[in-house]
């Protein structure tokens, strides 16, 4: 191993002489681990994916996974952070994928640590068919998706027996100006969740596209920003009022609409602020109670009126008023 040239590429291949007993010896297969990190509290970590981040000895990394998490690698594991910012790829897949295969042919164990789960919206099926294609083994160890976190801390379920009899995860993303493609007809349809992931900036067009298909005005809708961080808001509006909501946020963000979402919680600031949708101009749907935020008077921060609403102060209340909460939104 001393005399090697290649040891000029440096501690990667150290590790691989310590664990091979020399430079002669044949290197023993590494692995790559596709290894979801969940959607930033490390709590939200599954211990299998803490057993392999403890083993790894390079981390490649998303953007949205946390410092606290990447720190769980061993202090001498390479950390590669392959961030994708819109429009800006600091790295392009073809490169990501053939960085983690030549690592795992270097004898490593690789951890490609993603936010959420890497097979939603991760690309996570292009970096497995890449390890596959190369003969490296590959293990995959699911991640609590964002969507499962937002509808949690929002106290909205994505399914409900009433309210949600599907639930179907969505992507936003779409080319400049243009509306996301997608099936909107079967997404109007009632009695179902539609969870729109990368859909902050075109939250205004896939409204409009969901009402124009049939989806009512005032369909409950939540968008959900750094959900499980200590930064996260969340704001509870309805479908007409989903553009307005949505203009005023930035961060990492998920919409959530359908009936079910009637039971979800704003954020309440520390200042006792709450982040509610303008109430009284969202019609309510033919055949369709008061908008679902009316019913929620029980339930809602407040129950100060529509001119206080901003600054309401009190504590939230949660129980049996979700059932009656669904009603009126249900169909
Ligand atoms: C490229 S996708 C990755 C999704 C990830 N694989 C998962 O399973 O959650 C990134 C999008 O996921 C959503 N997202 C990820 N983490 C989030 C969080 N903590 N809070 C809200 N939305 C989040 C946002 O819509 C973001 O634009």
Not at 30 to 40: T, Y
Not at 87 to 103: C, D, G, K, W
Not at 163 to 170: K, S, Y
């Amino acid at each position: 191993m001393s005399s090697s040239p290649s040891r000029t590429k440096g501690r990667r291949l150290v590790l691989l002489g310590a664990r091979t007993g020399g430079a002669m010896a044949p290197r023993a297969p590494g692995s790559v681990w596709l290894v979801g990190a969940g959607p930033g509290d490390p709590d939200l970590l599954t211990v299998r994916a803490l057993n392999v981040i403890h083993r790894a000895d390079v981390v490649v990394h998303d953007g949205l996974v946390p410092d606290a998490i990447i720190d769980l690698a061993p202090a001498n594991a390479q950390r590669i952070c392959v961030a994708k910012r819109k429009s800006l790829h600091t790295y392009p897949q073809a490169e990501i994928n053939r960085m983690l295969v030549a690592f795992a042919l270097e004898g490593l164990t690789v951890v490609r640590l993603k936010g959420g789960d890497p097979f939603i919206f991760g690309r996570g099926g292009e970096e497995l068919e890449a390890c596959r294609a190369a003969g490296v083994e590959c293990h995959v160890v699911p991640g609590v998706t964002a969507a499962l976190a937002a509808s949690a801390s929002a106290g909205a379920p994505l399914t409900h027996r009433d309210a949600a009899q599907a639930v179907t995860f969505v992507t936003g993303h779409a080319k400049a100006g243009e509306a996301p493609n997608l099936d909107w007809p079967a997404l109007a349809r009632a009695n179902q969740t539609v969870v729109i992931y990368m859909g902050l900036s075109t939250a205004g067009m896939i409204a409009q596209c969901l009402m124009r298909a049939g989806r009512a005005a005032s369909t409950p809708t939540v968008i959900v920003e750094n959900a499980s961080l200590e930064t996260e808001r969340r704001v509870v509006t309805t479908l007409a009022g989903l553009a307005d909501a949505a203009a005023g946020l930035s961060g990492t963000a998920l919409l959530m609409v359908g009936e079910a979402m009637a039971t979800a919680m704003p954020t309440v600031s520390p200042q006792g602020v709450v982040s509610l949708p303008p109430l009284g101009e969202v019609p309510a749907a033919p055949g369709m109670g008061a908008p679902a935020w009316r019913d929620l008077r029980g339930v809602a921060p407040s129950t100060a009126s529509r001119s206080d609403r901003s600054h309401a102060t009190s504590t939230p209340k949660r129980g049996g008023e979700i059932r009656s909460a669904l009603r009126g939104v249900v169909r």
